[in-house]
């Protein structure tokens, strides 16, 4: 029967690693995994976006170094604001951006 292993995310200055504890390994040593793909994940929040017209969508999008953002799912589409942002999991544990004069009209806000 396998063991089980604790799993351990750590950032620095070199990006982050996966470090696995391994019970079978002797105290007091670490092994460090391979790098741990860099990546931001943020929520938007449109109002009447041409493929929901009338409705508020929130749009999950992926953020990595050195390529352009990537729409990754559709999360909630609801007549109002606040239900859509209800929808939302973990939205409780984000920060709000107000959206930008400059951005998108159909942008709203930006969950972080």
Sequence with gaps: M????????????SGKFRIVLDPNMPENEIRFGEPVERMMRQIVIYRDPKDHPGKYVARAWEIKPGCDPRAAEVLAVAKSLNRCRRMVPGIDQMFRIIADPG????????WV
């Design 103 to 110: 951005d998108d009209r159909a942008i709203v806000e930006v």
């Design 2 to 13: 396998a063991k089980m292993r604790d799993m351990f995310v750590l950032s620095g200055n």
